[in-house]
Nanobody
Framework: QVQLVESGGGLVQAGGSLRLSCAVSGSIFSIDGMGWYRQVPGKQRELVATSTSGGSTHYADSVTGRFTISRDNAKNTVILQMNSLKPEDTAVYYC???????????????WGRGTQVTVSS
């Protein structure tokens, strides 16, 4: 059983900052990718930022320079620091991990339930 606990969403004015946190627990052997995605009603879920276990990061063009993803592998936690927020950043943000329960199984995705981020103009 794997659990993802997301926190840090809320309402903020444009130009403000929020910090999203995702804590992973459960019977996990290892985690490769950890990341954040977002979705607005009527649109597909889109990648915001990802981080590999090797330390590589990738950002959507729309958030590059404003958002920073970081992870603590010892604590199985991934953080998304969001600065200079814009109204178009309003969405439900989902934590995602690629994990495996043993060394003999393939990595598989797991999603959190999401946390709402609302940026007012």
């Amino acid at each position: 059983q794997v659990q993802l606990v997301e926190s840090g969403g809320g309402l903020v004015q444009a130009g403000g900052s929020l910090r999203l946190s995702c804590a992973v627990s459960g019977s996990i052997f290892s985690i490769d990718g950890m990341g954040w995605y977002r979705q607005v009603p009527g649109k597909q879920r889109e990648l915001v930022a990802t981080s590999t276990s090797g330390g590589s990061t990738h950002y959507a063009d729309s958030v590059t320079g404003r958002f920073t993803i970081s992870r603590d592998n010892a604590k199985n936690t991934v953080i998304l620091q969001m600065n200079s927020l814009k109204p178009e950043d309003t969405a439900v943000y989902y934590c995602n991990i690629e994990w495996r329960p043993s060394a003999y199984t393939a990595y598989r995705p797991f999603w959190g339930r999401g946390t709402q981020v609302t940026v007012s103009s």
